[in-house]
């Protein structure tokens, strides 16, 4: 875990080409099914990427949010108000309140990016005024 200070939280489009990789790659996933694996629903790439824009004791860093439930907000919200206003909402909850009230990363790696960090996921936890236990 870790709590960094929240510079910024990016919106960034994705690229045409790139929603159709990702598409691409579930479907070859897809594709290799076998009798343990039940049918999956179809996949909706998501048209965004989330960032953070944050610093730690070393440095300043940039990093992809790799929650699923980033992603699932987003079309949540864009199928009940907008895709305007789910993103309107969405940088003011995760870019300013949570990191006001207290926001964690779930840190981690992944094969495909062995020496990068990534931020796994979120964890909304207040902060708290009690001191350290020694």
């Known amino acids: 875990m870790l709590e960094p200070e929240i510079i910024e939280f990016v919106v960034q489009k994705k690229p045409d080409d790139e929603l159709r990789a990702d598409q691409?790659?579930?479907?070859?996933?897809?594709?290799?099914?076998?009798?343990?694996?039940?049918?999956q629903t179809p996949y909706k790439p998501c048209p965004y990427l989330f960032k953070?824009?944050?610093?730690t004791a070393d440095g300043e860093?940039?990093?992809?949010?790799?929650?699923?439930?980033?992603?699932a907000t987003?079309?949540?919200?864009?199928s009940q108000y907008g895709e305007t206003r789910a993103l309107?909402?969405?940088?003011?909850?995760?870019?300013?309140?949570?990191?006001?009230?207290?926001?964690?990363?779930?840190?981690?790696t992944h094969?495909?990016?062995?020496?990068?960090w990534l931020i796994n996921g979120l964890i909304r936890l207040d902060r708290s005024d009690q001191r350290e236990l020694l």
Request: with cysteine; aromatic share 20%.
């Open 24 to 39: 691409s790659r579930f479907e070859q996933m897809r594709a290799q099914q076998d009798m343990f694996t039940k049918a």
């Open 52 to 55: 953070y824009r944050y610093r």
């Open 61 to 71: 860093r940039f990093g992809t949010c790799q929650d699923w439930e980033i992603e």
């Open 74 to 78: 987003f079309f949540k919200w864009s």
């Open 88 to 108: 309107d909402d969405m940088r003011r909850r995760f870019g300013d309140e949570f990191p006001k009230k207290g926001l964690l990363f779930a840190m981690g």
């Open 111 to 116: 094969s495909r990016y062995p020496d990068q």
